[in-house]
């Protein structure tokens, strides 16, 4: 599963974005240290952005090293036809992933749900996909998060913390409901960088915002959207491109030694505990300074994750060392 990494943000109309022009935004994208680009594909049963040259973007937005991913608001009326749209637009494009922008139109429609989830999945049985919607699914009972849920391969909430300050508390809520739910999926947050009805995000509650999601661990970030920033609020646009996202720097696996355990003890003030060898598998516990934990088994060759008696945890991420051998 190939989730986004690090920083992205979401492109609404393409041709507002630089003008449509591909060297341009694939530059911009690279300096503002972004790894993922999602760019709207369809609408319901119709292509979107059509008026530019999609496939020379993405061509551009890979020369530089930044993924091009695309997203789709479905509506359910017809959710054969959506489907289809999307796996034609996933085809033709050659999109790293895809991810469905479903909201107020799927609400109280579980069988069209469904019916979208196995129609695309049946269309695209190797695609990496995630669901973009809302932030606290205990307000949305309604949606029907099951029949999504169990056919995607990571969530991605909206937290657009509108006429409020508390970015980093409405995340922490945000993932707390949706590391509750079943399955336990990735979670990769979208953020709010625009403005609206006379609304402005400050730059400390983006920094915040991303703060908290490092903290916590996250595989990736987003934010909508790119002509909103870019247009309105160049200087929220320098503080996300500023932002230094660490870099996954896995370490060499430790062996165990022969006829004994291995024990390790955890030399960071505070280890994440999660469910599978990886940032993008959702944190079940944690361990203090000072713990020490018997390896049960290691994720090589790449990764330095090891497991122990209570799941899996990282030796060293983002240049820090977080076990070392007892």
């Avoid at 911009?28 to 760019?39: D, E, T």
């Avoid at 409901?177 to 402005?200: N, Q, R």
């Avoid at 000072?290 to 008696?309: L, S």
Wanted: glycine residues 8%.
């Amino acid at each position: 599963m190939n989730l986004p990494r690090g920083k992205g943000y979401f492109i609404w109309i393409a041709s507002r974005c630089e003008g449509g022009e591909p060297a341009r935004i694939a530059e911009m994208a690279a300096r503002a240290g972004l790894s993922h680009i999602l760019i709207k594909i369809a609408h319901g049963i119709y292509n979107y952005n059509i008026s530019v040259d999609l496939p020379a973007i993405i061509t551009a937005l890979r020369s530089v090293g930044v993924e091009p991913w695309g997203w789709h608001y479905v509506l359910g009326d017809n959710p054969v036809g959506e489907a289809d749209r999307a796996i034609r637009r996933m085809i033709e494009l050659e999109l790293t992933g895809y991810v469905i922008n479903a909201e107020k139109e799927y609400k109280n429609r579980p069988a069209a749900a469904l019916t979208f989830m196995q129609r695309l999945r049946s269309g695209l049985p190797g695609a990496t996909v995630g669901l973009s919607s809302y932030r606290y699914p205990s307000v949305h009972p309604e949606f029907p998060w099951f029949q999504f849920r169990s056919n995607i391969d990571f969530d991605m909430p909206q937290i657009y913390w509108m006429f409020a300050t508390n970015s980093a508390q409405q995340l922490q809520r945000s993932y707390d409901e949706f590391i509750s739910m079943s399955p336990m999926l990735p979670y990769l947050p979208t953020g709010a960088a625009f403005t609206e009805h006379g609304w402005v995000p400050m730059a400390t509650e983006v920094v915040q915002f991303l703060d908290r999601a490092v903290d916590m661990g996250v595989p990736a970030v987003n934010f909508w959207e790119w002509y909103n920033t870019r247009t309105y609020l160049p200087a929220l646009w320098d503080v996300i491109a500023r932002y230094p996202w660490p870099a996954e720097e896995p370490a060499p696996a430790p062996e165990p030694p022969v006829g004994q355990a291995l024990v390790m003890s955890v030399v960071a003030s505070a280890l994440n505990v999660r469910s599978g060898p990886g940032i993008g598998y959702p944190i079940v516990g944690s361990l203090s300074a000072g713990d020490q934990v018997i390896v049960q088994d290691i994720a090589a060759p790449t990764e330095a994750w090891v497991q122990h008696e209570t799941g899996w945890s990282a030796v060293k991420y983002g240049g820090k060392t977080y076990l070392e051998r007892a």
